[in-house]
């Protein structure tokens, strides 16, 4: 290296942030570069995964909820800059400037800004006792308002959104002893399942005693004398509530890459290369929930906020900043999570994503047990696979079921991953012992469904 020492900036300083700071000083010293992160916030790398499970009390603290301190970053030569907000970047001069009126030049820069709430514009929404569910202040602010709520009744608890995050809140919720009741404009909780798989979750749900209202509107949060939130309105009903927490889905943070110049693509978030090098200036990298990637089925760009891919995707930029060659290999949407004991997995291309992407395709679900059916802890678990007919090429799985069902989507993740038809998978060599699956496990089965009729 030369002479002088560079200098990489890092905006956001969660998954995607760290993982490129932390790659780049794994392969370049401190004295060939300086690494300086700006973080808004109080706290970096943290889990927002865990909110839910903190708020369930699951976990306990929010340390537990925190990987690394600033000062463990400072220790590995990384400069973190808490409660700094960056507020533009000049991509001419290569400079970043932030809200206390610093100005910072660099070499290299890598926006890492992460995701933004979707919060459409109605009444009430920004009043107290309406909860987000992002940042650990968020989590802290949610413990409070039920350690703070009455004593002598139950408390109401009322989820907007059927997503993964409003699915995995009204566990937490009903687990701290509220009534919970979940709200969702569409017709069936978890989008990207087929609508018979979505049936399943709302079954579920319902079956654990929430109570699920589907297909309606939120009009308005209903305030008390107070200005206190006290329930909201949709187009049909209006429903009480004593703490309202809104999982109504999650775009992409863009405004300070936008305000600088930054190209946006077609999803609305920053268009990189897959070393998630911005298009047009190189020396700037986006990675995690702000970037926008690609769907390895389709090959379309696609925008998939999920923090697997944040740390992946920071992962490459730091690599190539830190001088060895890599690039991001796309998506699938793959994803898990759980309401209560039912266990839900998705991957690939459901049938609508399928539809429009031009597939001639089919769909085949079968129902199986997580374990041998005589083996403590048996659970009913239906397995769907989309496949491109004729040929048998798995596009898409889905996965619902009791506890052990979720992480089989990996399997299938796997198998779409490496181009693997119904057939191959149906013939692969998968484990088999009464505690984890019946002789053949439900993925195999699924697949060879397919196999059967494909072949008539
Ligand atoms: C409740 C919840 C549960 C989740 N569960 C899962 C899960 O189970 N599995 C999964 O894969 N993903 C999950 N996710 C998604 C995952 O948390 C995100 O995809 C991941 O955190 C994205 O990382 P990021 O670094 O891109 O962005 P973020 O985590 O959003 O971090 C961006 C950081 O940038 C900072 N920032 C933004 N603008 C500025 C600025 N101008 N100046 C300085 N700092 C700035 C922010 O303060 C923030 O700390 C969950 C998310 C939530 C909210």
Known sequence: MSGRRERLLVIGGD???MSAAAQARRLRDADDLEIVVLEQGEDVSYSACGIPYWVGGQVEGRGELVARTPAEFAARDISVRTGTRAESIDLAAGTVST????????????VATGGRPARPPIP????PGVFGVHRLDDGAAIRAAIDAGPRDAPMRGLVLGGGYIGLEMAEALQRRGLEVTVVLADPLPMQLLDADMGERVCRGMTAMGMAVHTDQAV???LLDATGRACGVRTDVDSYPADLVVLGLGMGPET???????????????IDVDRSQRCRDHPEVFAAGDCAQTFHRVTGE??????GTHANKQGRVAGSVIGGRPARFAGVLGTAATKVGDLEIGRTGLCTTQAEQAGF?????????????GYYPGAEDVAVKLVSERGSGL?????????????????VLATAIWAGMTAEELAGSDLSYAPPFSPTYDPVAVAARAVGRTEQG
């Open 15 to 17: 998954a995607a942030g």
């Open 99 to 110: 809200r206390d009126g610093d100005r910072l030049g660099y070499d290299r820069l890598v």
């Open 124 to 127: 009430g929404l920004d009043a």
């Open 219 to 221: 009009r308005e949060v």
């Open 255 to 269: 405004a300070l890459a936008a305000d600088s110049g930054l190209a946006l693509g077609p999803t609305g978030a």
């Open 301 to 306: 760009v696609a925008h998939v906020a999920l």
């Open 360 to 372: 001639d395709f089919r769909a085949d679900t079968i129902e199986a047990t997580t374990r041998a």
């Open 394 to 410: 798995l596009l898409g799985a889905q996965v619902v079921g009791g506890p052990g069902s979720a992480k089989r989507i990996d």
